[in-house]
């Protein structure tokens, strides 16, 4: 009975160490299961991060690659731009040209843009002139005769004053203390006359009053004379200006008769330059038939070249320059 009940007892507790066994290797299983579960959810978290990783190579391959192009566009921008681009010395070379052209041709533009303006400016003082003389035709009734207008007997300040009647509101100037000193120069002939030395006159043709002052600045002055006819004597010159002499060197002087009865004298810019017969003053002499004429080298000749329609005719030079051999 005893040996029976200890058999017995030994079964028992066999199950129980089979239960406990199956116990611990459902747990061994469970612990390897959540071991594996963690694995595999490193590994999940580790191909993510090497997927991340492999991208974040890509977009760095890719930008590295777009800055290439950028630089390579730069770099081919900057050697068009280096191409296109003009060194200093080509700039100087261009400009010196440019200067040396411009001096040139500059003096010769500016001359004759100048002498245009001379003459419109002639034309119009002239035409002032003409005019006032048909105004006083009219008045007097002695159409194509204004021989009167010049009278003989009358002073220059006289004749001046009548003359200003038919201006349109002129300044009258008819002594030089009317506050009108600024009106006494001189002007250059139209083309220069040389002394003895072979140096140009100095002293060329003078301006002062009797005269007035026009509403567009231009001056007029009279100069009347007792008669019409009347002897000069003084110097001659050759064609070139130099003064002719005798065979031993001496200036020859000259006797002749001067037929004119008035001398009107305008300056068609006022007092401004170039203050030169021929350029922008001008000469007109009455004889006693009421006719035009004048001497060529104060501007005669050049206003008729003038209201012919060919322009100015004079000479540029400095008084007192020497004569060319």
């Known amino acids: 009975m005893k040996f029976g009940g200890g058999g017995a007892t030994r079964k028992t507790g066999s199950c129980c160490d089979l239960q406990k066994r199956h116990s611990e290797l459902d747990s061994e299983s469970i612990n390897v299961d959540k071991n594996r579960l963690r ?18 190579s890509e977009l760095d391959s890719e930008s590295i690659n777009v800055d290439k192009n950028n630089l390579r566009r730069i770099d081919r921008s900057d050697q068009s731009s280096r191409k296109a681009a003009f060194t200093m010395a080509e700039v100087l070379i261009t400009l010196g040209i440019i200067g040396i052209v411009a001096a040139m041709t500059l003096p010769s533009l500016i001359g004759r843009w100048k002498d245009k303006e001379y003459e419109v400016r002639a034309k119009r003082t ?17 159409i194509g005769d204004f021989s009167a207008l010049f009278d003989t007997s009358q002073t220059s300040q006289a004749v001046l004053k009548h003359f200003s009647e038919y201006f349109e509101s002129p300044t009258l100037c008819l002594t030089r203390s009317d506050n009108c000193s600024k009106y006494v120069y001189y002007v250059k002939y139209s083309s220069p006359l040389f002394d003895e030395n072979g140096d140009a006159m100095a002293d060329g043709i003078g301006i002062s ?9 231009s001056i007029v ?57 021929g350029a922008d003053v001008f000469e007109i ?32 030079y400095s008084e007192g320059q020497k004569k060319k051999p």
């Open 209 to 217: 009053p009797p005269l007035m002052v026009l509403k567009d600045g």
């Open 221 to 277: 002055t009279v100069k009347q004379f007792d008669k019409c006819e009347w002897n000069y004597s003084g110097t001659s010159y050759n064609p070139d200006g130099t003064v002719k002499v005798d065979e031993n060197g001496n200036p020859i002087i000259y006797d002749w008769v001067l037929h004119y009865c008035a001398s009107i004298f305008f300056d068609t810019n006022g007092i401004s330059p170039p203050n030169q017969a």
């Open 39 to 56: 694995l595999g959810g490193r590994s999940d978290e580790s191909s993510q991060i090497t997927n991340s990783s492999f991208r974040h």
């Open 126 to 142: 002239f035409s002032l002139i003409n005019q006032a003389i048909e105004r006083y035709e009219a008045e007097s009734g002695m």
């Open 285 to 316: 002499r009455i004889n006693k038939d009421g006719q035009f004429t004048g001497w060529g080298n104060s501007g005669w000749t050049s206003l008729q070249s003038i209201l012919s329609g060919h322009g100015p005719v004079y000479t540029r």
